[in-house]
């Protein structure tokens, strides 16, 4: 069965520094999705992305990520300088439209 | 803001029907009742989704009110695997799916 697969499943960085998390979608899928859960609380929606552009984005996603599809398979999530607070799980997820999204199993990111 | 209400946490025997219930008492005609859920830090995991018709997949079952302002997820024979917190998500389109704080299941063994 078709899954969202994201890497590296846990990833440790110091502050300040930039980090990439990847994901690469169902193939045939158009739609694509990060969301993030702090430890303990609700999975947020940050961003959606759909004909390699942002569709909608949250408060949170401010100047600090970006998204990027580099290629035909690769969905990425850029933070450019990692506070504290940026320590979380990231979950990726694509729908082939109005139809159910489905997640990857997400990347621990903490911030030291 | 989820436009749903669940309630926080229930309890269920091990084989027996664990029924979950949701109030979306705003929906809009055109917007899906979605279920999620998540296995501790899991990524969310996709169960059932409908309109106004009931639906039912090998996961799980949806039964929808004909005025559509509350659902009921059913999982026919609940085994401790089933121990995760459940999402009630209304959508409409590919929008973003906006997670509330869902119902915390336990199987019982």
């Known amino acids: 069965e078709p899954e969202v697969t994201q890497t590296p499943s846990h990833q440790v960085t110091q502050m300040g520094q930039e980090v990439i998390l990847r994901c690469v979608p169902i193939?045939?899928?158009?739609?694509f999705y990060w969301y993030r859960q702090i430890l303990g609380q609700k999975v947020e929606f940050l961003v959606s992305f759909y004909n390699n552009e942002i569709s909608e984005k949250s408060e949170i996603f401010d100047d600090q990520f970006s998204v990027e599809r580099p290629d035909g398979s690769n969905f990425t999530l850029k933070i450019r300088s990692t506070k504290l607070e940026d320590s979380a799980m990231y979950f990726c997820a694509s729908s082939v439209g109005a139809r159910a999204a489905f997640f990857g199993q997400g990347t621990r990111l903490t911030v030291v | 803001d989820a436009k749903t209400t669940q309630p926080p946490s229930m309890d269920c025997a091990e084989g027996r029907a664990a029924n979950l219930p949701c109030n979306h008492s705003t929906i809009s005609g055109n917007e899906y009742v979605y279920w999620y859920r998540q296995i501790h830090s899991q990524g969310p995991q996709y169960i059932i989704h409908?309109?106004?018709n009931n639906e039912t997949n090998e996961m799980a079952s949806l039964i929808i009110t004909e005025d559509r302002k509350s659902s009921t997820l059913i999982l026919p024979h609940a085994t401790l695997r089933d121990t995760a917190v459940y999402y009630c998500?209304?959508?409409?389109?590919?929008?973003?799916?906006?997670f509330g704080t869902g119902t915390r299941l336990t199987i019982i063994p």
């Open positions: 193939s045939n899928h158009l739609y």
């Open positions: 998500i209304v959508r409409f389109g590919n929008e973003k799916l906006t």
């Open positions: 409908g309109l106004k």
